[in-house]
């Protein structure tokens, strides 16, 4: 067991790597709550894929469609049911390059613990129970087609990238869902779930030396004999369409502001923390620019900017709500265009880093931003304590060679979302 230690901000983080190369890590926190998540490096992206030799291409869909289908037990129960009634509160997700199960509880941890680490290790598909999901998905899929939200999000997704898989919809669409079937949904499991694949982020008041004899001993998984090898297509460096508009039922215009990331400058995690010194410096509330734009009703509230990235994809998206979009999106680009010429002032600069270091800290208030965080950043090969550890090597110099290189308009996209005219 190893024990990583940041001093900056006094926590600590115990990390195990079997023989069977699941890792588990363990944050002790003093609450009540407690929570832990189990995630393997397998999501909506990894549709196809080699075993030894044999190639497999996967419905689109099929990670979240597997995600759904893992509660369902042989014995007739579903795990999600046996989970609640013992108090907790348990859930999965899918990502593109991740899918996670999860639950947060202050009492019944360990008797949640068995019912939790079974079902993970222990599919049950059938042709019954698969047929059965489908229209459960379905509805899930048609809900999604009816979210200007998510409309927005994968319209500049698919704006960006042209043949990347993450412009997949995470949970495929009603027909490529309706090719899968419970072999297929085995040969992800048995593919994907492997130990070595895979890794637990537990979190709260617990003995660490109980924690890691308990977390083992429910462990049965093996990792199988054959070679998995991810296949993903090609991108070029262009981007696949610049504007996207789309009328839904809203009330008021929403947009967003993408630029593809092709620059891969020095490591992603300093990017990320640029990235985020850049939000506060562009548009927060306390920005004179802000200021200006508001008072003159463009704005509602400041628009949020997000640093997207894992191994095969990564982009910038500034996101927000607007009565008059062609109005606001002008103003926006200007506002970049105008602070690559003037530079980044000194107190700016040292302003929006410090609020930056107070935002990561806040990640370790509670158990379940601080799990969440740890096994996100761990499926793209990152220990979340190396955002500290590289936080003061970030200057006003490299801030702006981000700005320059990363907001590319040659790689932007635009999305927007306007209401139904009548």
Not at 119 to 137: L, S
Not at 225 to 243: L, V
Not at 313 to 341: F, N, W
Request: glycine fraction near 4%.
């Amino acid at each position: 067991m190893e024990l990583i230690e940041n001093k900056k901000i006094d926590e600590r983080l115990f990390v195990e790597k079997l023989d069977n190369g699941l890792t588990i890590m363990f944050v002790p926190h003093k609450t009540r709550k407690k929570y832990i998540v189990w995630a393997t490096k397998f999501g909506s992206i990894d549709n196809k894929f080699k075993v030894d030799e044999e190639v497999y291409n996967m419905p689109d869909g099929i990670a979240h469609y597997l995600e759904h289908k893992m509660f369902e037990q042989e014995n007739g129960r579903n795990s999600l049911d046996v989970l609640s009634s013992l108090g907790v509160e348990a859930n999965a997700y899918t990502t593109g390059n991740h899918t996670a199960y999860l639950y947060e509880c202050t009492d019944n941890f360990y008797e949640a613990l068995d019912e939790f680490m079974n079902y993970v290790q222990n599919p049950y598909f059938t042709d019954e129970n698969v047929e059965k999901e489908r229209g459960i998905i379905g509805q899930e899929i048609q809900m999604y087609d009816d979210s200007a939200d998510w409309s927005l999000y994968l319209n500049a997704i698919k704006g960006m990238y042209k043949e990347n898989e993450i412009a997949i919809d995470t949970a495929g669409t009603i027909e490529t869902i309706s090719h899968i079937d419970k072999e297929k949904l085995y040969k992800n499991y048995y593919s994907f779930y492997r130990p070595d694949n895979m890794a637990i982020v537990v979190c709260g008041d617990f003995d660490k030396d109980e924690i890691f004899s308990e977390i083992k001993k429910r462990i049965t998984m093996q990792n199988g004999k054959e070679r998995i090898t991810r296949i993903y297509n090609n991108e070029p460096n262009e981007i696949a369409n610049k504007k996207t508009i789309k009328q839904m039922d809203i009330s008021m215009p929403q947009f967003i502001i993408g630029f593809k990331d092709n620059s891969f400058i020095d490591n992603k995690i300093k990017k990320d923390i640029a990235i985020d010194i850049l939000s506060n410096i562009l548009f927060s509330k306390s920005s004179k620019f802000y200021e200006e734009i508001y008072k003159e009703g463009l704005l509602q509230v400041e628009p949020s900017i997000t640093y997207e990235f894992a191994d095969t994809y990564s982009h910038v998206l500034i996101q927000g709500l607007a009565k008059k979009v062609d109005e606001v999106i002008p103003r926006l680009e200007e506002r970049i265009k105008s602070l690559k010429e003037s530079g980044i002032d000194n107190e700016d600069f040292e302003i929006a880093k410090r609020a930056v270091y107070g935002e990561m800290v806040k990640i370790f208030a509670d158990p379940q931003t601080i799990s969440n965080n740890f096994i996100s950043n761990y499926m793209r090969g990152i220990n979340l304590f190396d955002y500290f550890e590289l936080f003061d090597t970030i200057d006003r110099e490299y801030v702006e060679i981000i700005l320059e290189k990363v907001f590319d308009f040659d790689k932007e996209v635009i999305s927007i979302i306007n209401p139904i005219e009548n």
